[in-house]
Nanobody
Framework: QVQLVESGGGLVQAGGSLGLSCAASGSIFRINTMGWYRQAPGKQRELVATITRGGSTNYADSVKGRFTISRDNAKNTVYLQMNSLKPEDTAVYYC??????????????WGQGTQVTVSS
């Protein structure tokens, strides 16, 4: 199995910055796409950004130009640098990975989530 653990959430004022990280551990054979999703109160979970193993990225329109996703394949870690934060970025942020554990096929794994709160 594969476990994902996020860190780095917190409270920040509008216009500020926060960085999130997510480390994968367990009996990992290979990790393909990794990404970040978020869920605000009363709303559905939505895509924030994804990054392939080769480094190709995809962003939600709402965060383009403000957020940057990156990863370190050697550390099985994905990062999300969030700049120019807005109150509407407030949500629980979830890390996700498409990964294959030894002896198993590919599956989607999720972290437990980390709260990001942006005050106005």
């Amino acid at each position: 199995q594969v476990q994902l653990v996020e860190s780095g959430g917190g409270l920040v004022q509008a216009g500020g910055s926060l960085g999130l990280s997510c480390a994968a551990s367990g009996s990992i054979f290979r990790i393909n796409t990794m990404g970040w999703y978020r869920q605000a109160p009363g709303k559905q979970r939505e895509l924030v950004a994804t990054i392939t193993r080769g480094g190709s990225t995809n962003y939600a329109d709402s965060v383009k130009g403000r957020f940057t996703i990156s990863r370190d394949n050697a550390k099985n870690t994905v990062y999300l640098q969030m700049n120019s934060l807005k109150p509407e970025d407030t949500a629980v942020y979830y890390c996700a990975a498409s990964a294959r554990a030894y002896g198993l096929g590919y599956d989607d794994y999720w972290g437990q989530g980390t709260q990001v709160t942006v005050s106005s």
